[in-house]
T-cell receptor, first 113, second 113 residues
Framework: EDQVTQSPEALRLQEGESSSLNCSYT??????LFWYRQDPGKGPEFLFT???AGEEKEKERLKATLTKKESFLHITAPKPEDSATYLC??????????????FGQGTTLQVKP | NAGVMQNPRHLVRRRGQEARLRCSPM?????VYWYRQLPEEGLKFMVY????????ESGMPKERFSAEFPKEGPSILRIQQVVRGDSAAYFC???????????FGQGTRLTVV
C-alpha cells in the first residue's frame, strides 16, 4: 500500500534556528513528490515538485531534496511568518491515470521571535 | 488569473439535510480533485473528475456522496442525508494535466449539527 509518513508531527524553533522536516514514502513507483504549506483555515499552497532522486528545489528560506526513500524540507534561518503546517504528498505509478495525491499527516512548524 | 474558487467557505447543515459544495477550477484546468480533511487527520483523496466524466471515485464513500463536473459550470460535491461524521473541511484542487502539481482552493468547512 502506498504510504507517506512525516516527522516530526510538531516542531518549535527560535527565529534563525535552522532545521529539517522529513517525509518518508513507500510507493510502488514514484511519479512525483510535492510539498505544500497550509496555514490555519486555508487551503494548501503549492511549494515544490520533485521527480527524481538527487533533485533539489529552493525558494527563499526553503530547500527541498529527494532520495529514493525520503524527502527533506530544509528551513534556513526561519522567521515567524514561516509558521505553518507543511504537507508532503506523492503521486504513485499506480495512480498514473488519475494524478491523485497521497498525503502525509503534516508537520506543524512554529517559529518564535 | 484567479485561483481555485470554492463556495461556500462555511456550511452548517442539520443531520439529514443535503450539502452542496461548489468548485470552480483555475482557468485552463480541466482536471478536478476533491479531498477531505477530517479533524486531526491528513488530506484524503475522494474523487477525480474531468469535464463530464468521473475518472476515479475510489476514495468516495459508496453511499450518500456524489460528484459531478458538468460541461458548463462548477464541479459539485453533493452529500445527501448528512451525519455528524461528515463534518470536515472539503478541498477542491485543479491541475492543467494529469500529472504534476495541483492547486487547491480555500476549502469548504462543513459542520453538521
Amino acid at each position: 500500500e502506498d504510504q507517506v509518513t512525516q516527522s516530526p508531527e510538531a516542531l518549535r524553533l527560535q527565529e534563525g534556528e535552522s532545521s529539517s522536516l522529513n517525509c518518508s514514502y513507500t510507493v510502488s513507483g514514484l511519479r512525483g513528490l510535492f510539498w505544500y504549506r497550509q496555514d490555519p483555515g486555508k487551503g494548501p499552497e503549492f511549494l515544490f515538485t520533485l521527480y527524481s532522486a538527487g533533485e533539489e528545489k529552493e525558494k527563499e528560506r526553503l530547500k527541498a531534496t529527494l532520495t529514493k526513500k525520503e524527502s527533506f524540507l530544509h528551513i534556513t534561518a526561519p522567521k515567524p511568518e514561516d509558521s505553518a503546517t507543511y504537507l508532503c504528498a506523492v503521486q504513485a505509478e499506480g495512480s498514473s491515470n488519475t494524478g491523485k495525491l497521497i498525503f502525509g499527516q503534516g508537520t506543524t512548524l512554529q517559529v518564535k521571535p | 488569473n484567479a485561483g481555485v474558487m470554492q463556495n461556500p467557505r462555511h456550511l452548517v447543515r442539520r443531520r439529514g439535510q443535503e450539502a452542496r459544495l461548489r468548485c470552480s477550477p483555475m482557468k485552463g484546468h480541466s482536471h478536478v480533485y476533491w479531498y477531505r480533511q477530517l479533524p486531526e487527520e491528513g488530506l484524503k483523496f475522494m474523487v477525480y473528475l474531468q469535464k463530464e466524466n468521473i475518472i476515479d471515485e475510489s476514495g468516495m464513500p459508496k453511499e450518500r456522496f456524489s460528484a459531478e463536473f458538468p460541461k458548463e459550470g462548477p464541479s459539485i460535491l453533493r452529500i445527501q442525508q448528512v451525519v455528524r461524521g461528515d463534518s470536515a473541511a472539503y478541498f477542491c484542487a485543479s491541475s492543467p494535466k494529469i500529472q504534476g502539481e495541483a492547486f487547491f482552493g480555500q476549502g469548504t468547512r462543513l459542520t453538521v449539527v
